[in-house]
T-cell receptor
Framework: KAGVTQTPRYLIKTRGQQVTLSCSPI?????VSWYQQTPGQGLQFLFE???????NKGNFPGRFSGRQFSNSRSEMNVSTLELGDSALYLC????????????FGQGTRLTVV | ELKVEQNPLFLSMQEGKNYTIYCNYS?????LYWYRQDPGKSLESLFV?????AVKQEGRLMASLDTKARLSTLHITAAVHDLSATYFC???????????FGTGTRLTIIP
């Protein structure tokens, strides 16, 4: 059974650019959540998508956005990159109802220079 | 706002010893997760605890949940080097899927 797949694994971008990260959940999982991990702030919730709708959003500026497609794959976009956006971005997938397990992908390491 | 506190932040212990990591949270929750993270890697799911008094064990790790005290523990028995990692607890608010994580406990097992 394939796990959660995130692409790309590594990215280097310049300040002011934008970036799009992708997450393919486990087959059958319809909920995808995104988290940012930094040494200073730890793991912070960005947003959750279920059935192509954003259900929850964390305390991040509007530069951070996302979407989910009909096959449950999700993308997140960060515009006008800042140095502080350098982080490991993780996505988690789960069924959302009935089964509580949440599984994380390998993450995308974003470096902004 | 849900807050999750983990302690200790750092734990260095000898192989063969037992120890416990604590996870306190501030508001009622219906789910608590434990994850392991190796350096530069993602989060590996260890346990999901759903109800008061829940206890789960896998190998040398045992997790328990006391919802009345809003406390979960991760107990390590007879530690081995392979358990060296950072361990996170995470709690879900009622009615949404947002995981609020603790700060993590960096565990180092010394031979």
């Amino acid at each position: 059974k394939a796990g959660v797949t995130q692409t790309p694994r590594y990215l280097i971008k310049t300040r002011g650019q934008q970036v799009t990260l992708s997450c393919s959940p486990i087959s059958g999982h319809r909920s995808v959540s995104w988290y940012q991990q930094t040494p200073g702030q730890g793991l912070q919730f960005l947003f959750e998508y279920f059935s192509e709708t954003q259900r929850n959003k964390g305390n991040f500026p509007g530069r951070f956005s996302g979407r989910q497609f009909s096959n449950s794959r999700s993308e997140m976009n960060v515009s006008t990159l800042e140095l502080g956006d350098s982080a490991l971005y993780l996505c988690a997938s789960r069924f959302r109802s009935g089964r509580p397990e949440a599984f994380f992908g390998q993450g995308t390491r974003l470096t902004v220079v | 706002e849900l807050k999750v506190e983990q302690n200790p932040l750092f734990l260095s212990m000898q192989e063969g010893k037992n120890y416990t990591i604590y996870c306190n949270y501030s508001t009622t929750s219906d789910r608590l997760y434990w994850y392991r993270q190796d350096p530069g890697k993602s989060l590996e799911s260890l346990f999901v605890l759903l109800s008061n008094g829940a206890v789960k064990q896998e190998g040398r790790l045992m997790a328990s949940l006391d919802t009345k005290a809003r406390l979960s523990t991760l107990h390590i028995t007879a530690a081995v080097h392979d358990l060296s990692a950072t361990y996170f607890c995470a709690v879900v608010d009622f009615g949404n899927e947002k995981l609020t994580f603790g700060t993590g406990t960096r565990l180092t097992i010394i031979p």
